[in-house]
């Protein structure tokens, strides 16, 4: 289910992201490992002070003891800074409660809730949550095809989501602008496909620099594409944000 939940918030394409995650139980412990492993910055609010101190010292990560429904608390962690908050406690009401919370007051972009009971999951959306996932649904790889940044998108989702076509965007704030490709390390499974410069088309070669405006198409698996991300300091660009679209 983790890895599910992780493609909904990222579907745009993400390289870090600031993810809260409600509920700190089994499904939340590893939503959040995974989250690490893939170099976004999740922190987590429960309301048991035994998962607390587990998360605490299991994982590198800010652990928030208190109720995820509740504003005050939210607010203590600094919501407004997230992209997404996913709430996968065990009580679907919590989740919705939480949800709309982060969408409402906090500006939250992205919402996911998990769904306990699969006839709720229709109703949540009608209410306001943006993504609904089943407790067999991967929770890590939907987070992480649903957040949006400007500077990374994904074009096209392959091979059942675990492979995508990602445009990459160079900013002014690339650490690598003006550099050449093959002065930049590029991992095995990643393929510069293109790179599109004031709407000509170019074939990528070794000498093709990368400059401020020009976008740039890779072809990589999800694993490959976030070891890109970092050889190449993507998050930059937007700290703490990032995106895949699906």
Same mark, same amino acid.
């Given at each position: 289910?983790?890895? #599910?939940? %992780?493609?909904?918030?990222? $579907?745009?394409?993400?390289?870090?992201?600031?993810?809260?995650? +409600? !509920?700190?139980?089994?499904?939340?412990?590893?939503?959040?490992?995974?989250?690490?492993?893939?170099?976004?910055?999740?922190?987590?609010? &429960?309301?048991? #002070?035994? %998962?607390?101190?587990?998360?605490?010292?299991?994982?590198?990560?800010?652990?928030?003891?208190?109720? !995820?429904?509740?504003? &005050?608390?939210?607010? #203590?962690?600094?919501?407004?800074?997230? &992209?997404?908050?996913?709430?996968?406690?065990? =009580?679907?009401?919590?989740?919705?409660?939480?949800?709309?919370?982060?969408?409402?007051?906090?500006?939250?972009? $992205?919402? +996911?809730?998990?769904?306990?009971?699969?006839?709720?999951?229709?109703?949540?959306?009608? %209410?306001? +949550?943006?993504?609904? +996932?089943?407790?067999?649904?991967? %929770?890590?790889?939907?987070? *992480? =095809?649903?957040?949006?940044?400007?500077?990374?998108?994904?074009?096209?989702?392959?091979?059942? !989501?675990?492979?995508?076509?990602? *445009?990459?965007?160079? *900013?002014?704030?690339?650490?690598?602008?003006?550099?050449?490709?093959?002065?930049?390390?590029?991992?095995?499974?990643?393929?510069?496909?293109?790179?599109?410069?004031?709407?000509? @088309?170019?074939?990528?070669?070794?000498?093709?620099?990368?400059?401020?405006?020009? $976008?740039?198409?890779?072809?990589?698996?999800?694993?490959?594409?976030?070891?890109?991300?970092?050889?190449?300091? @993507?998050?930059?660009?937007?700290?703490?944000?990032?995106? $895949?679209?699906?």
């Amino acid at each position: 289910m983790c890895r #599910s939940l %992780l493609c909904s918030v990222n $579907r745009k394409g993400s390289a870090f992201m600031r993810v809260c995650i +409600v !509920g700190g139980g089994k499904v939340g412990y590893y939503l959040a490992k995974t989250l690490l492993e893939h170099g976004h910055t999740p922190m987590v609010i &429960e309301l048991s #002070s035994e %998962l607390c101190c587990h998360l605490a010292d299991s994982l590198d990560l800010h652990v928030i003891l208190g109720d !995820g429904t509740v504003a &005050e608390v939210l607010e #203590s962690a600094h919501l407004e800074t997230c &992209e997404a908050m996913v709430a996968v406690t065990g =009580r679907d009401e919590n989740n919705l409660v939480a949800c709309q919370l982060a969408k409402k007051v906090f500006g939250v972009k $992205r919402t +996911v809730a998990r769904v306990n009971n699969p006839k709720n999951a229709e109703i949540l959306k009608q %209410l306001g +949550v943006d993504i609904a +996932v089943s407790a067999t649904d991967n %929770l890590s790889r939907i987070i *992480e =095809r649903e957040v949006e940044t400007a500077a990374i998108q994904q074009v096209l989702s392959l091979a059942s !989501g675990t492979a995508s076509l990602t *445009e990459i965007i160079i *900013e002014e704030s690339f650490p690598h602008n003006g550099q050449t490709l093959a002065e930049l390390p590029v991992p095995g499974d990643v393929v510069v496909i293109s790179v599109t410069r004031d709407g000509q @088309l170019l074939i990528p070669r070794g000498s093709t620099t990368l400059i401020t405006g020009d $976008r740039v198409l890779v072809l990589a698996k999800n694993t490959a594409f976030h070891e890109l991300a970092l050889a190449w300091d @993507l998050s930059a660009f937007h700290p703490g944000k990032g995106a $895949r679209r699906g």
